[in-house]
């Protein structure tokens, strides 16, 4: 039976819909909005946002009328009677009856809070950000089990419907070569929001998201939760990115013994060229005749195979997490394995005192690395670098580590990577109560 009739059916049942509340109402999370508003059985019931406007036009472009109440027991009462609220900050989640809180932000340290508030509050909690999930994602898996909620990434990126392939090629045991994307925008490694202003605003998109696209660092991120997901290794320190076109991918990333790029099977990468917007995952068999099989269906001639999913549907597709949640209780994707990290290298030459600005700007790109090398030269994550300050100077296109930097040490997700860190090796992390006590204080 489809999500759609399920749900209804859970209206009729229940009396009342699924609840859902929404963190950020930008590009992607007026697109989730959109496309939740005309399911049957699903309430957005409230949207958060620092302008409060746009909060409200989340709702006004589906012609509903959102509750002006601001304080919190009358925003909760509004939403009891059915009423939908639009909010200007995040302090009033954990007193708000939701049943699924959905963040769209983009930026890790909100995530992070407004996943704890969420989970503590006994509410299910979806992501559309992926770079949290890279930062921070296996603790926050282990404090959703310890809540009994979910936790999970949201469908539509390119991270979960390359997984949905991946488990399909393993369903059918078939061995998996390689699994990846095709990068969307031409890869400029030294872009910055103000050469990239006029585009964004053709396209009607942050210069900073768009400066994260085309820098590279999001196909980083995504390819590092697409292996810390299967279990995958990345392909090396900073992948490959060969140019590829579909009916080739199956050349292109095979072991280099056999034409290809790799030098071993098992890893995630990506490519440019006329691939994007979909994703895909290179299947290899011995088999002869499974090989025959695989020919007479025109999927090349064997041993390479390419499995291909022509788009990813971003924001309009996420709305499909929250109901695999709330019906059958299973996340979309979770970092259960290590396997794969996300550092940062420096866009120019930086000295000593100068603060980076984070992801999307004109300080650093992100830069996948598998976790072992990661590990070993002391390198620091992506996500934790928004405020840090650099002690020393360092050239461009320098990887940065721990010595090069000092955190932001009151920064939410530096302090919830410290406990990853810990977690890894074994060592007791605060609980999610504490945690949320931390964040009242």
């Not at 304080?71 to 939908?84: F, K, L, Q, T, Y």
């Not at 195979?305 to 309009?316: M, N």
């Not at 059958?328 to 394995?337: F, I, Q």
Request: aromatic letters at 6%; glycine letters at 10%; charged letters at 25%.
């Amino acid at each position: 039976m489809s999500y759609r009739d399920r749900l209804q059916r859970r209206l009729d049942d229940t009396g009342r819909p699924v609840r859902v509340g929404l963190i950020g109402a930008g590009q992607m999370g007026r697109g989730f909005a959109a496309q939740l508003l005309k399911m049957p059985g699903v309430s957005l019931s409230a949207v958060f946002d620092v302008d409060r406007d746009r909060a409200v036009e989340a709702f006004s472009q589906a012609g509903i009328t959102a509750s002006s109440a601001t304080d919190p027991d009358v925003a909760a009462r509004a939403i009891e009677n059915g009423e939908s609220v639009a909010l200007g900050g995040v302090d009033e989640i954990g007193a708000l009856p939701l049943d699924i809180v959905v963040e769209a932000t983009g930026v890790p340290d909100v995530g992070a809070r407004t996943a704890i508030e969420s989970l503590a509050a006994g509410m299910d909690y979806a992501t559309l950000n992926v770079e949290q999930d890279v930062t921070v994602g296996r603790y926050m898996l282990r404090l959703a089990e310890e809540s009994g909620r979910l936790y999970s990434v949201c469908r539509g990126d390119e991270p979960v419907e390359t997984k949905i392939l991946v488990d399909f090629a393993r369903d059918l045991n078939l061995e998996v070569i390689c699994a990846g994307k095709g990068k969307n925008n031409p890869l400029d490694p030294y872009a910055t929001p103000e050469g990239l202003a006029a585009e964004a605003a053709r396209k009607k998109m942050n210069p900073k998201m768009l400066t994260e696209f085309v820098d590279g660092s999001k196909a980083m991120i995504e390819m590092a939760a697409l292996a810390n997901t299967t279990g995958l290794e990345m392909s090396r320190r900073g992948m490959y990115g060969p140019s590829s076109t579909v009916p080739t991918l199956h050349e292109t990333f095979a072991l280099q013994e056999d034409g290809g790029v790799l030098d071993r099977p098992g890893v995630v990468d990506y490519c440019i060229g006329p691939v994007a917007p979909g994703v895909f995952v290179i299947v290899r068999t011995d088999d002869p005749y499974v090989q025959h099989e695989m020919a007479y269906l025109q999927m090349g001639d064997g041993p390479y195979f390419s499995l291909y999913r022509p788009y990813h549907l971003a924001s309009i597709e996420a709305p499909l997490t929250v109901y695999s949640m709330v019906l059958d209780r299973e996340a979309s994707l979770t970092s259960e394995h290590w396997t794969s990290e996300v550092g940062a290298e420096s866009k120019r030459p930086l000295k000593a005192g100068e603060l980076i600005t984070g992801i999307g700007t004109d300080t650093i790109r992100g830069l996948a690395d598998p976790a072992d090398d990661f590990l070993e030269e002391n390198g620091v994550p992506l996500g934790v670098l928004a405020g840090a300050r650099l002690v020393r100077d360092v050239p461009a296109d320098h990887m940065l580590s721990y010595d090069d930097v000092e955190l932001d040490e009151d920064s939410l997700i530096v302090k919830m990577r410290r406990y990853q860190e810990a977690m890894a090796r074994g060592e007791d992390v605060p609980s999610l109560k504490d945690l949320q006590a931390a964040i009242a204080r």
